[in-house]
T-cell receptor
Framework: ELKVEQNPLFLSMQEGKNYTIYCNYS?????LYWYRQDPGKSLESLFVLLSNGAVKQEGRLMASLDTKARLSTLHITAAVHDLSATYFC???????????FGTGTRLQVTL | NAGVTQTPKFQVLKTGQSMTLQCAQD?????MYWYRQDPGMGLRLIYYSASEGTTDKGEVPNGYNVSRLNKREFSLRLESAAPSQTSVYFC?????????????FGSGTRLTVV
């Protein structure tokens, strides 16, 4: 059974600081997805990582994938309040597999 | 706007009542999904439809049924609602089970069973 673990589960950080969210998964996969969810809202796709070593960047967020380590990271650079949200990673494995989500990391950026 | 539309947005049911959550997508996607979201548990897959005419159980199917009415529509039915089914329900779609673009999610249905 595929398990997807994120840490930390909750992160409070000051504006201007850097931090990394980690996503570990238990079985082989070569694709991983990051989503953002604002309170009371739906999930918005952030990044799709489709191969080992893939790196994607959008603004202050950068995501990477290491399939050998079964690890993805979401790095936040110089955080701003607008980044406050819950971030989910999701993985699927194999040609008939559906997305399995991590439990989410709730990010709170304070002034 | 193209996307996934869910109805209703909010619903309160009494224990034992039934209801159907509706979902429609206009992106010509083949695959559709129903997830539930509970605090501290992420999203868990209830049922999915890999393509029109097929449906399969996900991680937490008990107490639910689904219908893939056509390529656009995928409904979720609660036959006899229980308080444990209080949750936020999300419908999603993708071009295929293994997607190059990820899933597109609807805005969610917040269901309370009393």
């Amino acid at each position: 059974e595929l398990k997807v673990e994120q840490n930390p589960l909750f992160l409070s950080m000051q504006e201007g600081k850097n931090y990394t969210i980690y996503c570990n998964y238990s079985t082989t996969s070569d694709r991983l997805y990051w989503y953002r969810q604002d309170p009371g809202k739906s999930l918005e796709s952030l990044f799709v990582l489709l191969s080992n070593g893939a790196v994607k960047q959008e603004g202050r967020l950068m995501a990477s994938l290491d399939t050998k380590a079964r690890l993805s990271t979401l790095h936040i650079t110089a955080a701003v309040h607008d980044l406050s949200a819950t971030y989910f990673c999701a993985v699927n494995t194999g040609t008939a597999s559906k997305l399995t989500f991590g439990t989410g990391t709730r990010l709170q950026v304070t002034l | 706007n193209a996307g996934v539309t869910q109805t209703p947005k909010f619903q309160v049911l009494k224990t034992g009542q039934s209801m159907t959550l509706q979902c429609a997508q206009d992106m010509n996607h083949n695959s559709m999904y129903w997830y539930r979201q509970d605090p501290g548990m992420g999203l868990r897959l209830i049922y999915y439809s890999a393509s029109e005419g097929t449906t399969d159980k996900g991680e937490v199917p008990n107490g639910y049924n689904v219908s893939r009415l056509n390529k656009r529509e995928f409904s979720l039915r609660l036959e006899s609602a229980a308080p444990s089914q209080t949750s936020v329900y999300f419908c999603a779609s993708s071009e295929a089970l293994v997607s190059r673009y990820g899933y597109t999610f609807g805005s969610g249905t917040r269901l309370t069973v009393v």
